[in-house]
């Protein structure tokens, strides 16, 4: 069956409306004086490939697509689906590995294991030098000679992630494990550090379980090694592989169980992996390093890397520790720089919080850390976002809705953390208050915090000028949902899941539309005189 023969019998059984040319579409299926339609669509482009999508508004999206890849569009299937965008994401998932399952080729870089005609990683590595690395990376990689690259900021800004992970025990043996995914698993490292991949050092330090390092590669973690707390000395981690390339038959899974008994194979969802990718997890830093000595293993390891190299850079490089790569290759000393040589002396283990409104302060945190984008892991930034004041009149709520973007007048404090802000991430628009009426628990006569969440959309694109993003805003809801207690007054405010309950919760709320755990925050050490229970 033909890659267009079967994105059409695919499409049927799934229901999608026939196809229609796509120059048409907006003023025939979509138009403008018709109901805003949200749902699910299927592009087909001219060389046969096609991309699977969803949107709050499906004619609205056409348009960005037309103005992406233009005449390459040949046709659309549409989907009309009333749905919140987290289930519309969610069926994307479903409909996007469903699909590539047939062989059909896909333009979709997000829950694609294999992204048709895009290669990111061309400019640094032809199809041909790609080629010969993926036969015997290591050997490849022997070959190489680029030195490491000067990268000062961020030696500054994680210098005292580096130390302790410099003085953790077993840091000469983690640093070797290091060295020989590296090696095996990434292509032409040295050149490829810090754009297509990035080390992180010392995250999920409050938990039994801290990370002594963490590998990214695009949107994803593919090697991670902890140390676990409960049992002093011991090491475990995982490296996610490709599952087609580990196992193309039932002797090998055999044969893996066989070599290393005491793996543990786990099936996890990344969106830059697609279908295709299973995790191996092991106990003990020596038989981490038998397991990435097997050559079945480092093969699978590196097809999953090349696929995501491939589809985009890494988008976690905010995250990077160039010390830890220094440490894993001493015989290539980074340029002396005024500021690589300075980071040493700078501890910026105790910066203060970035945060203005005197509710959050360290009285109620479980960290000493400021609530930055420094804290955050593997999972995305979410963003906290403010609007002008009504005084000045400027970058308003229907002002954003309006043009498609976010924007705030140019401040020195929040530009670093604009800049950060990432394509697909999401984002919430809130304004903060204090109030004494219609409060949901006994105030006591005390005033209360509140933050009102007006807006709520996905960052679609970052100009760099470090003021403003475009966003995919998702309909205003007609009241703001409000929250209670656990606020902030900052322009940019970023969180992330798993750092800490108040920012699971705040969430929860502000982005998976769940009640806010009120209880918990009246009966924290900071509100409880003044709210908790008596």
């Known amino acids: 069956m033909s890659n267009t023969d079967a994105a059409a019998a695919w499409a049927d059984k799934r229901g999608f409306l026939p196809e229609v040319p796509f120059d048409d579409v907006r003023s025939t299926a979509l138009p403008a004086n018709g109901p805003r339609q949200s749902g699910y669509y299927l592009l087909r482009f001219d060389n046969d490939t096609y991309y699977v999508g969803e949107s709050v508004d499906l004619r609205s999206r056409m348009a960005g697509h037309a103005a992406k890849w233009g005449s390459e569009i040949t046709s659309v299937r549409l989907l009309p689906e009333t749905a919140s965008k987290q289930e519309l994401r ?25 992204t048709a005609g895009r290669d990111a990683l061309d400019e640094l590595l032809s199809d041909e030098e790609q080629a010969r690395w993926i036969l015997n990376p290591r050997e490849y990689n022997g070959g190489d000679q680029t030195p490491l690259k000067a990268i000062p900021d961020q030696e500054v800004r994680y210098s005292t992630a580096a130390r302790r992970y410099t003085d953790a025990p077993h840091s000469t043996a983690v640093t070797e494990v290091l060295r020989t995914y590296l090696e095996s698993c990434v292509p032409v490292p040295r050149a490829t550090e810090f754009q297509y991949w990035g080390v992180r050092a010392g995250t999920f330090s409050g938990t039994h379980s801290p990370r002594r390092f963490c590998v990214n590669v695009g949107k994803m973690e593919t090697f991670v090694v902890h140390e676990d707390r409960r049992v002093p000395g011991e090491l475990f981690g995982f490296v ?57 293993v480092t093969a699978a390891a590196a097809t999953l890397v090349l696929d995501v190299m491939r589809k985009h850079y890494c988008v976690y490089t905010r995250y990077h520790c160039p010390q830890v790569v220094q440490l894993v290759y001493p015989e290539y000393p980074r340029p002396a720089t005024p500021a690589a040589s300075a980071a040493a002396s700078v501890d910026n283990s105790s910066e203060p919080s970035t945060n203005d409104d005197a509710e959050i302060t360290g009285k109620i945190m479980p960290h000493t850390e400021s609530d930055d984008v420094s804290q955050l892991d593997e999972d995305e930034c979410y963003w906290i976002v403010g609007s002008g004041s009504k005084r000045s009149g400027r970058n308003q709520v229907d002002d954003f809705q309006a043009s498609g973007e976010w924007r705030m007048d ?59 993003v475009a966003v995919d805003w998702e309909d205003a809801a007609p009241t703001p949902r409000r929250y209670y207690l656990y606020t902030s007054q900052d322009a940019v405010w970023p969180v992330g899941r798993n750092v800490r309950p108040e920012w699971d919760d705040l969430i929860a709320f502000a982005f998976d539309d769940q009640d806010q755990d009120i209880d918990y925050f009246r009966n924290l050490p900071f509100w409880a005189p003044r709210f908790g229970d008596r």
């Open 90 to 114: 969610k069926y994307e998932r479903f409909l996007t590995h469903e699909l590539e399952s047939k062989k059909v080729r896909l333009r979709n870089v997000l829950n694609a294991s294999i």
């Open 240 to 296: 996610n592989v490709r599952e087609s390339v580990l196992f193309p038959n039932t002797r090998a899974k055999w044969g893996l169980r066989r070599r290393h008994p005491k793996v543990r194979i786990r099936t996890v969802h990344y969106d830059d992996a697609g279908s295709d990718m299973v995790r191996l997890q092991i106990r003990g830093i020596a038989e981490l390093q038998r397991l990435l000595e097997d050559p079945q």
């Open 410 to 468: 140019p401040d020195p404090r929040y530009e670093p953390k604009v800049l950060d802000m990432r394509v697909g991430e999401r984002i919430v628009v809130r304004t903060r208050k204090n109030v004494t009426d219609d409060v949901p628990f006994d105030r006591r006569d005390n005033s209360v915090s509140v933050m009102d969440f007006h807006l709520r959309g996905v960052i679609t694109g970052n100009p760099g000028d470090g003021c403003s």
